[in-house]
């Protein structure tokens, strides 16, 4: 019922915005937010999934809809709905037969774009059963975090860029995460969580998890939000395929040749306006006085790790370009370094170059090269792959085992069907 009214409102409003002015469209009335206040029940899964070709099965628990920060609600145009500032919470044991004063580490996971704040997995004992048991982000995330003892906590949130609309959502901001960080940390005794170790997953959109990591703790007092006044830092990052600025200008200027800045400035994909300010980590770095440690994950291989390579801007409107038919395969002849994309290679570049010029070039690795697929399933290549032995090592308390610190995999790529 919830759907067809979602369903209904939108094309009411859709009529009404192309019979009516822009001042009308600028302000329209927003439906409820769809989450609890109070932390919804637990409820169980037992998932099966493939690992490596191997069987293996999970059980979880997961509470949906959990309202955070403000319970804002928005307009978001590559999904065609409305979201909510929400999350689901999901423990590797029953939360209700958890000793008082239980405190797990946490990862708090930001998803792609087309992706939601919920993992996507059907239950089930048996693998072929369930569509998602590849899944790199049921398994590769939620699995290797639950395994590891971790609680995960997944954010519905605004992106500055991908919730842009001029008519409806001309100012999302991007605080939604920092707002997510702070009220969890807050809450950390009712979600049974350790404040002390929260730790940051991303990829692509939800990569602007950095931001907030990087910048200094915005904690702080509002009567009126008392969950401000926690941290917004995070003990460490992973993100893979990690956008590391969102400010049209400064991408330009660091990634493209100027031969390429009218396509870059003509691409749809982009509409907003010149000065607007969409967040970029790369400049955060050197005016935070703590550094998070950070891990950045690439499919792409780079021109050069040492130094950013200026490009050809590959436009969204070229659908039958080369720049959007790249190989997954990397050889001496094909780097992958002739245009420059979304989830180029060179934001990693940068941002080790950023690191290096605060002093904290230690504290980052950026890995390039290192998956076949989105869906290689915790393999050697997966994007993913190790996220929790880095974590445990920067816990307050490093966790001891075989595990060795974290290095970039070396990774040989070889022809499909060589």
């Not at 010149?274 to 792409?300: F, R």
């Not at 190989?327 to 080790?352: C, P, Q, R, S, Y």
Request: glycine share 6%; charged share 15%; with cysteine.
């Amino acid at each position: 019922m919830k759907s067809v009214f979602k369903a209904a409102v939108q094309l009411v409003f859709s009529f009404l915005f192309l019979f009516a002015g822009n001042s009308f469209a600028q302000s329209p009335a927003l439906p409820a937010p769809d989450c609890a206040s109070k932390l919804p029940v637990a409820k169980s899964h037992t998932i099966a999934y493939v690992n490596q070709n191997q069987s293996g099965q999970i059980t979880f628990w997961e509470s949906d809809n959990f309202c955070y920060a403000d319970k804002a609600v928005w307009w978001e145009p590559g999904s065609a709905a409305y979201l909510t500032q929400r999350a689901s919470v999901y423990s590797p044991v029953d939360p209700a037969t958890d000793p008082v004063g239980t405190k797990r580490p946490v990862i708090i996971f930001t998803h792609p774009n087309g992706q939601t704040e919920k993992f996507i997995f059907k239950d089930s004992s048996t693998p072929s059963d369930n569509p998602y048991a590849k899944s790199t982000l049921f398994q590769s995330v939620l699995v290797q975090a639950l395994n590891a003892g971790y609680t995960v906590i997944t954010l519905e949130f605004r992106h500055p860029v991908a919730s842009y609309d001029v008519n409806i959502n001309p100012a999302p901001g991007n605080t939604d995460i920092r707002d997510g960080i702070q009220f969890m940390r807050y809450n950390a005794e009712q979600l049974h969580i350790d404040p002390d170790n929260l730790f940051l997953v991303g990829q692509s959109r939800g990569s602007l998890n950095m931001l907030w990591g990087i910048k200094d703790n915005a904690a702080s007092s509002d009567a009126q939000r008392p969950w401000r006044s926690a941290s917004s830092k995070a003990s460490a990052i992973w993100d893979y395929q990690a956008q590391t600025c969102y400010d049209r200008a400064t991408v330009e200027n660091t990634f493209v040749l100027p031969s390429s800045y009218a396509v870059f400035e003509a691409d749809p994909k982009f509409p907003q306006p010149p000065g607007y300010k969409a967040g970029c980590s790369l400049g955060a770095v050197g005016n935070s006085s703590s550094i998070p440690p950070m891990v950045l994950m690439y499919d792409e291989a780079p021109a050069s790790v040492s130094a950013v390579s200026l490009q050809n801007y590959c436009s969204t409107d070229w659908p039958n370009q080369y720049c959007w038919k790249k190989l997954k395969w990397h050889d001496a002849d094909n780097i992958w370094n002739t245009w420059f994309d979304e989830h180029d290679a060179n934001f990693g570049v940068a941002m080790n170059q950023a690191y290096g010029s605060a002093g904290a070039s230690t504290k980052i690795q950026a890995c390039y090269g290192v998956a076949i697929t989105y869906d290689d399933p915790s393999g050697p290549w997966n994007g993913y792959r190790g996220f929790t032995n880095f974590f445990d090592q920067h816990r307050t308390v490093p966790v001891l085992n075989a595990a060795a610190p974290f290095q970039c995999p070396q990774v040989k790529h070889t022809p499909p069907n060589a």
